[in-house]
């Protein structure tokens, strides 16, 4: 296998990540699900969780999507704690599979729905918040595109909220220790980062982008972003996840939450 930056079409980009998620689905869940919560709503790594930050704006009422969502985890938290109608999407089969059975476990309905964030199958102004914790964003080739795609299905006044690993950490190796406080490589270096079989079949792509580049899609999109929340690593997490890490955590941000508002 061979790893680093190298180049991903968004078609190539689609089929390796949904045949990686299928193939993670349980074993991820496995690893990260007692953090995760089956109905728990966590904005990344640092284990902040929206009933705490509070960024989706939610009232009873409302409709929501979540794009990305895995096994749903977040959409169950808000559909358990609000009226609302709201539904979870994601990529890979498998993990709409682990999601519906968490579903059966827990006696629960969250709706389930394969998709990708880039083609959403619903109506322009169907709902009045999207969101997606880690999912999607930096999965995509075309984030510009699933921007776009977000702000369609909103309604004006509705709010796109996503949580990506913050563009400071492309520069950084990815290792939770001292090792992964040194700059190794270009902020500036928008080459995807790349795993591929030893016959050259991609099996896993990350899209990297700028902070700035983030900003320009928000804007491209018609959306206007209202925070950029960089979450500090909270005394209470000791959990290592990665290359997130408590030692990391206190020094660099390693989650950026982009809150935005369709007018």
């Given amino acids: 296998m061979t790893a680093g930056p190298g180049a991903a079409g968004p078609h190539e980009s689609v089929e390796a990540n949904r045949a990686w998620w299928d193939a993670e689905a349980d074993e991820y869940y496995l690893e990260h699900g007692a953090f995760l919560g089956d109905a728990g709503f966590v ?10 930050l509070g960024l989706l704006g939610l009232a009873d009422g409302q409709r929501l999507l979540e794009i990305g969502g895995g096994a749903g985890q977040c959409a169950r938290w808000v559909d358990q704690s609000y009226a609302v109608q709201i539904a979870s999407s994601d990529l890979s089969a498998g993990m709409l599979t682990v999601g519906q059975e968490i579903n059966e476990r827990h006696g629960t309905r969250l709706p389930l729905v394969q998709c990708d964030g880039c ?44 949580a990506t690993t913050h563009a400071l950490r492309w520069c950084l190796p990815d290792e939770p220790g001292v090792e992964g406080l040194t700059v190794g490589h270009s902020y500036f270096d928008r080459r995807p980062y790349v795993e591929r079989d030893a016959s050259g079949r991609l099996e896993y792509v990350e899209h990297h982008r700028t902070i700035g580049d983030r900003v320009r899609e928000v804007v491209a999109a018609g959306l206007t972003l209202v925070d950029l929340v960089e979450p500090e690593w909270p005394a209470r997490n000791e959990a290592v996840w990665g290359g997130w890490s408590p030692l990391r955590g206190r020094l660099i941000p390693g989650t950026a939450i982009f809150v935005c508002r369709r007018d």
């Fill in 43 to 52: 904005w990344g790594p640092e284990g902040w969780t929206e009933a705490e």
């Fill in 119 to 162: 083609a959403l199958p619903f109506a322009d102004g169907s709902f009045d918040v999207v969101f997606t914790s880690y999912g999607a964003v930096p999965f995509v080739a075309d984030s510009a595109g699933l921007m776009a795609e977000a702000a369609r299905v909103l309604r004006p006044g509705g709010r796109f909220v996503f």
